[in-house]
């Protein structure tokens, strides 16, 4: 589970013709983690968190140890090919370089324009303290 200690180096996004690709490059604190998606845009959906898009997703994690500028360069290459094959209109590299939970995070993606950051309000229970 992706936690908010989450050292995140940054997020590449890259959108074609009714699709689009993005990916994260994170630290657990042991590995370091390569998460990306495709998502194929249904032309029926109408909010982004509706789940009529199609998505796919892989994971793929190595040691903690490994340099982060190795890792981040053999993704700038692969989001290179991802871009030629989905003839991308547009592409974004976000830099991090904090945790999730970290102010500068959410700052940093609520402030681009094809990120959809769902927060989630969260409840009182009965009994609990205000």
């Known amino acids: 589970m ?5 050292w995140v180096y940054g997020i590449w996004f890259i959108a074609g013709d009714g699709v689009d ?3 994260t490059l994170f630290n657990d604190g042991d ?3 390569f998460e990306h998606r495709l998502r ?5 959906s109408t909010d982004p968190h509706d789940g009529k898009d199609q998505k796919y997703w ?13 890792l981040a360069a053999d993704i700038n290459e692969f989001a290179q090919t ?3 094959k989905l003839k991308a209109d547009l592409t974004d ?9 970290d102010p500068k995070f959410f700052f940093e993606l609520a402030s ?15 009994g609990d303290d205000a």
Request: aromatic share 14%; proline share 5%; hydrophobic share 35%.
């Open 31 to 33: 590995r370091w983690i």
């Open 21 to 23: 690709w993005m990916a």
């Open 40 to 44: 194929y845009y249904d032309p029926e």
């Open 112 to 126: 681009r324009p094809w990120a959809h950051p769902k927060i989630e309000h969260r409840g009182f229970e009965e």
């Open 58 to 70: 892989d994971r793929r994690a190595r040691d903690g140890s490994t340099d982060v500028a190795i």
């Open 82 to 84: 991802v871009r030629r």
């Open 2 to 6: 992706d936690s908010a200690n989450d």
């Open 93 to 101: 590299f976000v830099l991090f370089e904090c945790t999730r939970g």
